[in-house]
T-cell receptor, first 110, second 114 residues
Framework: EDKVVQSPLSLVVHEGDTVTLNCSYE??????LLWYKQEKKAPTFLFML????IEKKSGRLSSILDKKELFSILNITATQTGDSAVYLC??????????FGTGTSLTVIP | GAGVSQSPSNKVTEKGKDVELRCDPI?????LYWYRQSLGQGLEFLIY????????KSGLPSDRFSAERTGGSVSTLTIQRTQQEDSAVYLC????????????FGPGTRLTVL
């Protein structure tokens, strides 16, 4: 059965800390892995990863994919209170199907 | 420019009634997606439209769910004979050409089935 598992489920850190969020998957006919930041109702797209070992970076956020070990990590450095959100990982398989993890809830304390 | 819009923003209905949710994608975007998020659950993919191609409907939760996209633009998600477990936030997203493009999400429709 195809599945996406995120860890930890929740995380509380202080401003300035660095966090690493994990996403492992078992999905047949893998096409891509996506990270989203969800605040309130609508997720904001962060990264799409298709190739192993190539880091994608946007400001303090970065992500990398390992297609051999079937996981991805999302790193956030120098965290700020505005980073508090649920971070979702999704895997796309061929046939236009997506599988989402349950998310990691990040709380950044001032 | 205008983003993805959805209507209504909130819908309360009685069990057994039909509901219709609307999504207006960003102008020029050929790809449109429907998702559902239930309380405490992750984001659940429902269906994806790419241009005028027939969508893969296997992600829809049951045969009470159907979706259309008219003229490659506006989409409607219809739920027939609603059940309490259909209560969720229904999110629509669009992207320029396909799944390799950034998906822009609408604000969602909160559906409550009493």
């Amino acid at each position: 059965e195809d599945k996406v598992v995120q860890s930890p489920l929740s995380l509380v850190v202080h401003e300035g800390d660095t966090v690493t969020l994990n996403c492992s998957y078992e999905v047949t006919n893998f096409r891509s892995l996506l990270w989203y930041k969800q605040e309130k109702k609508a997720p904001t797209f962060l990264f799409m990863l298709t190739s192993s070992g190539i880091e994608k970076k946007s400001g303090r956020l970065s992500s990398i994919l390992d297609k051999k070990e079937l996981f991805s990590i999302l790193n956030i450095t120098a965290t700020q209170t505005g980073d508090s959100a649920v971070y979702l990982c999704a895997v796309e398989r061929s046939g236009n199907q997506f599988y989402f993890g349950t998310g990691t809830s990040l709380t950044v304390i001032p | 420019g205008a983003g993805v819009s959805q209507s209504p923003s909130n819908k309360v209905t009685e069990k057994g009634k039909d509901v219709e949710l609307r999504c207006d994608p960003i102008s020029g975007h050929t790809a449109l997606y429907w998702y559902r998020q239930s309380l405490g659950q992750g984001l659940e993919f429902l269906i994806y439209f790419q241009g005028n191609s027939a969508p893969d409907k296997s992600g829809l939760p049951s045969d009470r769910f159907s979706a259309e996209r008219t003229g490659g633009s506006v989409s409607t998600l219809t739920i027939q004979r609603t059940q309490q477990e259909d209560s969720a936030v229904y999110l629509c997203a669009s992207s320029l050409e396909g799944v390799t493009d950034t998906q822009y999400f609408g604000p969602g429709t909160r559906l409550t089935v009493l």
